[in-house]
């Protein structure tokens, strides 16, 4: 019997990891987006309800990320089939953790399990890139393939799309302060560099490295290391308040490194057992507190498993 109503949760990411600016990311436990979709009588696709965005997200089909995402599905498996979709935002909007390819990819998987998995999960990746690709005009692959890949994954190449998937050492926890402020991706992008010194990029390529390499040695002193950004970081913290000092607190606490999640404002950062990730979010809470800023902690181990079907019937 068909399925009538799939409810998919799919995690927030952090992208960049300091040393892989577009290329590098990992998915997380929480926070994340949860999409419903249902069958309906009528043909097509609409979006009856969007929840927790404080209505500022549009519910044309065209213009939002799941809808857009689920529209190319159906345009792949040649169905006309009426859909109904219900999109409940469980992350901050502007954050910095992959807020709209967390909706792209809960919405295309569970799109794809509902017509009982016709895409692979490769194709799976193209719908939601193209949903990323429509919204910001510059789509990136990097929160998209964490997402829906879990773990930590590599953008090897973007013409043609080659994903890596790495390893995840079994002890790597995640410590992620968001402050309450929001920065538009466009924004953000537009501060980055024309132009990089040589001595600049080959230090970034060698942290690049070196953090890869650390993943699959376990060598978490390496992966540490590694997390030094010589391309975004520099020029985007101006753009959060009290970053150096919310930084600091994180490494003053024992974690392994720290950076910027994607294009901030949230700071991310790793360590190697539980109860050092939670003191780092204290810290961390406390320095954002001194430079004014509320904030929300997240913390949980690096998420492998990637999005998870809640409900379906």
């Given at each position: 019997m068909a399925l009538k109503e799939v409810s998919v949760f799919a995690p927030a990411t952090v992208a960049n990891v300091g040393c892989g600016f577009d290329v590098l990311g990992?998915?997380?436990s929480h926070p994340g987006d949860m999409v419903v979709v249902r069958r309906v009588a009528d043909k097509g696709i609409c979006i009856s309800d969007i929840r927790g965005d404080r209505e500022r997200l549009p519910r044309e089909v065209e213009k939002n990320t799941a809808g857009i995402a689920i529209a190319e599905l159906m345009n792949k498996i040649e169905t006309e089939d009426g859909l109904e979709i219900e999109i409940h935002k469980k992350m901050p909007l502007g954050s910095g953790l992959g807020s709209s390819a967390a909706s792209a990819v809960a919405g295309v998987v569970a799109a794809n399990i509902l017509f009982e998995e016709p895409l692979s999960q490769t194709e799976l990746l193209q719908c939601a890139l193209k949903a990323e690709e429509s919204i910001?005009?510059?789509?990136?692959a990097d929160n998209i393939a964490a997402s829906l890949y879990g773990?930590?994954?590599?953008?090897r190449s973007y013409d043609p799309l080659d994903i890596v998937q790495l390893p995840t050492p079994v002890h790597l926890h995640c410590t992620i302060l968001h402050p309450h402020i929001e920065i538009h991706t466009g924004e953000a992008r537009r501060l980055l560099p024309?132009?990089?010194l040589l001595e600049d990029a080959t230090a970034q390529w060698g942290n690049l490295?070196?953090?890869i390499s650390g993943l699959y040695q376990d060598d978490y002193d390496l992966?540490?290391?590694s997390i030094e950004d010589r391309i975004a970081e520099p020029v985007r913290t101006p753009l959060i308040p009290g970053f150096s000092a919310i930084k600091q607190a994180a490494m003053d606490s024992g974690a392994l490194g720290s950076s910027i999640s994607g294009s901030g404002p949230s700071i991310f950062a790793l360590s190697d057992d539980p109860l050092t990730a939670g003191e780092i979010g204290r810290a961390m809470q406390r320095a954002a507190?001194?430079?004014d800023l509320d904030s929300t902690v997240y913390v949980s181990k690096v998420n492998e498993d990637g999005p998870r079907v809640i409900k379906r019937h």
């Open positions: 990992f998915a997380v910001t005009s510059n789509g990136h773990g930590f994954v590599l953008v024309k132009k990089i490295a070196g953090f992966i540490g290391k507190r001194d430079a």
